[in-house]
């Protein structure tokens, strides 16, 4: 465990402490007088404004939410200061002060006038369209104003006040008040300049292109692009991972994909790809899409914002989850407002059947799971007789059950068993979104990851690394960052994003997968083989993780039905209240698994079970299940998701053929545009 850990929580209070005490000590700097300690409590508060901006992001939300925000505290800082001239006498008389009084308040307003010519400049920057991979050469994008001009208004005024507050602390250190003159003159110079640059970007010739414009240009670009089939993902800032896991099998389709979002920061959060990605944020213009040519959206989540795109009738919805499990969850009563539920395999169709949420049998296809093309079969126990051990458990889940995550109840004991066998070699995963609902989880995840470190550690020093391992990690992450990496400011607007993620570099995706294989090689070479590791954020990939690992250790989730393409041992956590026979019938994903239950007894005779061939009794329920939860290996699963995609575009076809037919037989409705029908097209 670090041991500056415990000392965190101190060090994060220190900086708010210091810039609270800088104002009171330049208050008593002032009375005093003091120059000395009116310098001394300056020059902290600044270093603390820097790094509250720095690091403390979230803490300067709060102070600016209480009304403290850096224009407070800037003039609170600058007038102390003239307080502070005044009073030690070094401003030789009132009137003196006069002026720099009168340049602070100019230069005041000038900041708070450029203040809200940004404003109006990120309004007129805000699209009603984003895009990426989409050539927009054709649509008026001028570049953005610098990132310290539109940003955040704090760091601007901080940088352009900073030469009026230098000069009236040099001022009262030294008495001669044209110091403090001639840095006000600094800041009011570089505020009108502020002022000017935003200010031109207003000027019609360098606004972005307006509203009907850029409707206008997307209704072209669809109707030049023509699209058949896409994706449709509304979500969370944690929950990218489940669009990306179909953006491979999405592009391998071939006709003419895209990537509907509707959040502007999914935007950047999605993984890298060769799709055209659209992001239309207000219903009223992602109904666009009714009177274009795409047919099918497939669906990988849940969203309130799902409902608005089931209401263009000219597109069939199927729903392909982001993975499936005997989780209540895998059988939402929502998945029966879309046209298909696309599944894995039989399993998948039996649990809807059971949970009786109004899925039409009619309407479930099964397609398996092409992502899982990367997973590498089982070749047999591992050789030497050490096992690399995955242990992924699921996250905490909205309902609070304890037994969703094995993490809370037994987690730290089948970690303690697993780094207890000195012949195990122990990859931990936790979900992304572990800790995010209930803090217990939170907590045992921390401490879990700092035992597995610790072990790593231990075992890393013992066995140093291949010579070069560790230059040749870093190469390849430059490599692949390189190719990942969108090339913009990080502070970029949308505007801006969209004018320079145009139509991407050929044959990039096959680039950035070859640079992936080859940094996954590269990361697992750079530790001794046997080394403990934690592996969270988005590198390795889950699969990679599969294909080093010997033995999962899960939970009810979609990574045990996944894993179990790979045909390898794994185990199952039970920490509800059924006993095995039980958990068994109730989740069919557990029926070739061994069981494990809190006390984690059962870890030893598991490993043993890995070792050795013959105590694996499992092998052939695996393998049974395995096509039960999956499908058959022939035709693949990639074949499937193909012709489900062409046989519900095809569907889609006929039922827009009709509508046309409809609205084109004189009657009641002549002349009006026919009206809503059922997602499913059904009467």
Known sequence: MNPLRPLRPLVRAAVPALLAASFGLQVVGALAPDAGLLALATVSGLAAELALHRWQGDVAEVLARLRADVPVRQVLRDFLLVAGLLATGRGHESAAALPLVFGLLLSYALHFASRGVAVLVRRSRTLPVLTRNVDTAGLRLPPAPPALLLGRPGPRMLWCGLPSTAGLLVAAGTGVPHFAAAGIAVSLGLAATALLELSLHLLPSRRPAGEAEVLAWFDRWLAEY???????????????????????????????????????????????????????????????????????????????????????????????????????????????????????????????????????????????????????????????????????????????????????????????????????????????????????????????????????????????????AAAELARRTAVLDALTAAGLPPDADGAERMRLQGAPVADRALAVEEATAAWEAAYWAVRPAGAHRVVAGPRPGLYACFNAADLLVGDVSSVVSDYLASGKPYAVVNTGHLGEAEFRAAFPTARAAWVLGPDAAGVAALLESVRDPAKDTLRAARAELREHLLGPDRPSSAVRFRRAALALGEEAERHRERRARRAAVPGPGAGRAPGPVSPSGRT
């Not at 920061?265 to 993984?271: D, E, I, K, N, R």
């Not at 993490?407 to 979104?433: K, S, T």
């Open 226 to 468: 023509r699209p058949t089939v896409g994706m449709y993902f509304s979500g969370g800032t944690a929950s990218a991972y489940q669009a990306d896991m179909w953006l491979g099998p999405l592009a391998a389709l071939g006709g003419r994909p895209v990537v509907v979002l509707r959040e502007r920061f999914m935007l950047q959060l999605l993984a890298p790809t060769d799709l055209p990605v659209v992001c239309l944020p207000k219903v009223e213009h992602l109904m666009r899409l009714e009177h274009s040519t795409l047919r099918v959206l497939i669906h990988p989540a849940n969203s309130g914002k799902t409902s608005q795109v089931l209401r263009i009738p000219t597109v069939k919805h199927a729903f392909v989850n982001h993975g499936e499990s005997d989780k209540p969850s895998s059988c939402n009563p929502y998945a029966k407002a879309y046209d298909q539920v696309w599944v894995a395999g039989p399993a998948a169709r039996e649990r809807y059947a059971r949970a009786e949420v109004g899925v039409d049998d009619r309407d479930v296809v099964e397609i398996g799971r092409p992502q899982l093309e990367a997973v590498h079969p089982y070749g047999g126990p591992p050789a030497g007789g050490r096992l690399t051990v995955l242990y992924a458990p699921t996250w905490e889940g909205w309902t609070g059950d304890p037994g969703g995550t094995s993490l809370v109840l037994a987690g730290e004991r089948l970690v303690g068993a697993l780094l207890a066998d000195p012949h195990v070699r122990l990859l931990y995963r936790p979900h992304p979104m572990t800790g995010s609902v209930d803090p217990r989880a939170a907590a045992v995840d921390a401490r879990i990851r700092a035992l597995v470190r610790a072990a790593g550690a231990a075992y890393g020093d013992a066995r140093p690394p291949a010579p070069g």
